[in-house]
């Protein structure tokens, strides 16, 4: 079998599970998040923090709370780090710098988990446990409820309520994130990862950024991290481990486990707004794109343009030769069509073009089918630009999903879009300003290139990395900290306060002059609305790195 056509199998294959899991287990999360019924867990949770599980928020109080939560996490995330050195397990590292800490704290909590630390060799184990674990959880879980928020917003009707963030919180955590870590861990283990306790590993993908976890059992945490939207790696090479990723068995399942969560989360549109074929429009525009990524990658990767790429057949650098060329081309796409970062080859490595899709890939926003719960909102809020444009063509008030999109609702949504392509290029340009661009080993188109993807990543909180540049310096910890925290939390306030501008409407009856959200050219909108964007915000940084590399 060539390595061409076992990519094409195992491509096909991912497509397949991804199909045959959406309703089940879309219906599952849509349960979850409507549901009324608490469990003695929940309720011991509620009594505990003092929340009143029936009570609902205003959109003002919903994000008010996302933002207390999120802040005392950041706090005790900081001073965890800060004290470590005085503390149980810490394994006689001593204390994280002071900018170092910030950055891990705001990359965690912010579900980037963005690694400018060896894991072995600065974190012990109860901050690895205590803290970063527990934010691979809660911050992922915090992204589904400003999605599911949102949802409301579209679904509800003259009201004030997006529901109960803690409660929000609560559910999503324990009856989505758990279980499928549980069930993931065991999944893994048979595969071949190691279940210990004197190890560790990636905690990251399914709950979103890019570290480990040094003191739990390896394979649990090698599913945490595949479920969200993280990468990194306790071992430094990441997926491409053998402790992490033992085959390419163990491969396919952490790429299924990337695309599960925000893949499934269209159907709890369809069935919240009651019209599925509203889920299934979503799941499409997320699939054409993914799947063009997915295919342009490997293409890139499998042409392997240069005199070595060429002569050996294709490009090897930097792969994992146990997952061969198209396999580490597939993560790739996977790694950054999502907020997770995680890698089993180094991108830096890749051929110009080849490593110019994760690049693009996070510059689309991550809505294909992005991080669980930013993706879903962040294509959302495309829709509704989308929709914007097409009633400014025929001269028509826009609706989406039964509602009016006006003034209000449209300057929200742009706002939305503007901040992310804003800190990566500000920040790319003031790297160089400063000074701060310098890189020992590349330089010219390459090494513009990587500073534009330690921006990227960190804006769109993905996580993953070009490499080929020092980021833990003063300078380089406080930038890319404040790209994560702006680009995470901005964004939600404007989507909050979209849905919370939503609900409060009047749901507007159809008629013959609405466009049909739910049809083949609707979707096809929203691809070209969400190319055409990007390629207007990146396509001039493009030209000056990748594009000119590959040239």
């Given at each position: 079998?060539?390595?061409?056509?076992?990519g094409?199998?195992?491509?096909?294959?991912?497509?397949?599970?991804?199909?045959?899991?959406?309703?089940?287990?879309?219906?599952?999360?849509?349960?979850?998040?409507?549901?009324?019924?608490?469990?003695?867990?929940?309720?011991?949770?509620?009594?505990?923090?003092?929340v009143?599980?029936?009570?609902?928020?205003?959109?003002?109080?919903y994000?008010?709370?996302?933002?207390?939560?999120?802040?005392v996490?950041?706090?005790?995330?900081y001073?965890?780090?800060?004290?470590q050195?005085?503390?149980w397990?810490?394994?006689?590292?001593?204390?994280?710098?002071?900018?170092g800490?910030?950055?891990?704290?705001?990359?965690?909590?912010?579900?980037?988990?963005?690694?400018?630390?060896?894991?072995?060799?600065t974190?012990?184990?109860?901050?690895q446990?205590?803290?970063?674990?527990?934010q691979?959880?809660?911050?992922?879980?915090?992204?589904i409820?400003?999605?599911?928020?949102?949802?409301?917003?579209?679904?509800?009707?003259?009201?004030?309520h997006?529901?109960?963030?803690?409660?929000?919180?609560?559910?999503?955590?324990?009856?989505?994130?758990?279980?499928?870590?549980?069930?993931?861990?065991?999944?893994?283990?048979?595969?071949?990862?190691?279940?210990?306790?004197?190890?560790?590993?990636?905690?990251?993908?399914?709950?979103?950024?890019?570290?480990?976890?040094?003191?739990?059992?390896?394979?649990?945490?090698?599913?945490?991290?595949?479920?969200?939207?993280?990468?990194?790696?306790?071992?430094?090479?990441n997926?491409?481990?053998?402790?992490?990723?033992?085959?390419?068995?163990?491969?396919?399942?952490?790429?299924?486990?990337?695309?599960?969560?925000?893949?499934?989360?269209?159907?709890?549109?369809?069935?919240?707004?009651?019209?599925?074929?509203?889920?299934?429009?979503?799941?499409?525009?997320?699939?054409?794109?993914?799947?063009?990524?997915?295919i342009?990658?490997?293409?890139?990767?499998?042409a392997?343009?240069?005199?070595?790429?060429?002569?050996?057949?294709?490009?090897?650098?930097?792969?994992?030769l146990?997952?061969?060329?198209?396999?580490?081309?597939?993560?790739?796409?996977?790694?950054?069509?999502?907020?997770?970062?995680?890698?089993?080859?180094?991108?830096?490595?890749?051929?110009?073009?080849g490593?110019?899709?994760?690049?693009?890939?996070?510059?689309?926003?991550?809505?294909?089918?992005?991080g669980?719960?930013?993706?879903?909102?962040?294509?959302?809020?495309?829709?509704?630009?989308?929709?914007?444009?097409?009633?400014?063509?025929?001269?028509?008030?826009?609706?989406?999903?039964?509602?009016?999109?006006?003034a209000?609702?449209?300057?929200?949504?742009?706002?939305?879009?503007?901040?992310?392509?804003a800190?990566?290029?500000?920040?790319?340009?003031?790297?160089?300003?400063?000074?701060?661009?310098?890189?020992?080993?590349?330089?010219?188109?390459?090494?513009?290139?990587?500073?534009?993807?330690?921006?990227?990543?960190?804006?769109?909180?993905?996580?993953?990395?070009f490499?080929?540049?020092?980021?833990?310096?003063?300078?380089?910890?406080?930038?890319?900290?404040?790209?994560m925290?702006?680009?995470?939390?901005?964004?939600?306030?404007?989507?909050?306060?979209?849905?919370?501008?939503?609900?409060r409407?009047?749901?507007?009856?159809?008629?013959?002059?609405?466009?049909p959200?739910?049809?083949?050219?609707?979707?096809?909108?929203?691809?070209?609305?969400?190319?055409?964007?990007?390629?207007?915000?990146?396509?001039?940084?493009?030209?000056?790195?990748?594009?000119?590399?590959?040239?």
């Amino acid at each position: 079998m060539t390595m061409t056509t076992a990519g094409v199998i195992f491509v096909l294959s991912l497509v397949v599970a991804l199909v045959a899991v959406y309703k089940p287990f879309g219906d599952y999360m849509y349960r979850v998040v409507s549901g009324t019924r608490q469990s003695r867990v929940e309720r011991g949770i509620f009594r505990l923090v003092g929340v009143n599980p029936a009570a609902e928020q205003s959109w003002g109080v919903y994000a008010r709370s996302v933002l207390a939560f999120s802040v005392v996490s950041l706090l005790f995330l900081y001073l965890l780090q800060r004290v470590q050195d005085k503390l149980w397990l810490s394994l006689g590292f001593p204390a994280v710098v002071p900018h170092g800490a910030w950055n891990t704290a705001v990359s965690f909590v912010t579900n980037t988990n963005w690694q400018s630390y060896s894991g072995e060799s600065t974190m012990g184990h109860l901050v690895q446990m205590a803290g970063l674990a527990v934010q691979n959880f809660v911050s992922a879980s915090v992204g589904i409820a400003v999605a599911i928020a949102l949802v409301r917003g579209f679904a509800r009707h003259r009201t004030e309520h997006l529901g109960n963030f803690w409660v929000d919180l609560t559910r999503i955590t324990l009856r989505i994130l758990l279980p499928i870590a549980v069930l993931g861990a065991f999944a893994l283990m048979l595969g071949g990862v190691v279940q210990n306790l004197s190890g560790g590993t990636d905690v990251t993908t399914l709950t979103g950024g890019t570290q480990t976890i040094t003191g739990g059992p390896v394979a649990s945490q090698e599913v945490i991290k595949e479920l969200g939207t993280n990468g990194g790696g306790f071992y430094n090479a990441n997926s491409a481990h053998p402790f992490e990723n033992p085959t390419s068995w163990t491969n396919w399942i952490e790429i299924f486990l990337i695309l599960l969560i925000p893949f499934s989360l269209p159907r709890v549109i369809g069935r919240m707004v009651g019209q599925n074929r509203q889920g299934y429009a979503i799941a499409a525009v997320m699939g054409i794109l993914a799947v063009a990524s997915v295919i342009l990658t490997n293409v890139f990767e499998l042409a392997g343009h240069g005199t070595v790429p060429q002569a050996v057949g294709a490009a090897l650098e930097g792969k994992e030769l146990r997952f061969d060329v198209s396999n580490s081309a597939t993560f790739a796409a996977a790694t950054t069509l999502t907020s997770t970062g995680a890698v089993d080859s180094f991108h830096d490595s890749f051929t110009p073009l080849g490593g110019m899709m994760p690049l693009l890939n996070m510059m689309l926003g991550e809505v294909a089918p992005g991080g669980v719960g930013s993706g879903l909102y962040g294509l959302l809020i495309l829709a509704v630009i989308t929709v914007f444009v097409a009633g400014l063509m025929v001269g028509r008030t826009p609706e989406y999903l039964g509602k009016k999109i006006g003034a209000r609702e449209i300057k929200f949504a742009s706002m939305y879009f503007l901040i992310m392509p804003a800190l990566v290029l500000i920040g790319t340009a003031a790297a160089f300003a400063t000074g701060n661009n310098t890189t020992a080993l590349n330089v010219g188109p390459h090494g513009l290139s990587e500073v534009l993807y330690a921006f990227t990543s960190a804006s769109n909180n993905n996580g993953s990395a070009f490499g080929g540049i020092t980021v833990n310096t003063t300078w380089w910890d406080t930038a890319l900290g404040l790209c994560m925290l702006l680009g995470r939390f901005l964004p939600i306030i404007f989507v909050l306060a979209l849905a919370g501008s939503l609900a409060r409407q009047q749901p507007v009856p159809a008629s013959e002059g609405t466009l049909p959200t739910h049809r083949p050219l609707f979707v096809g909108m929203v691809v070209g609305v969400t190319v055409v964007l990007v390629a207007l915000t990146f396509l001039p940084a493009l030209a000056l790195g990748p594009l000119a590399e590959g040239l």
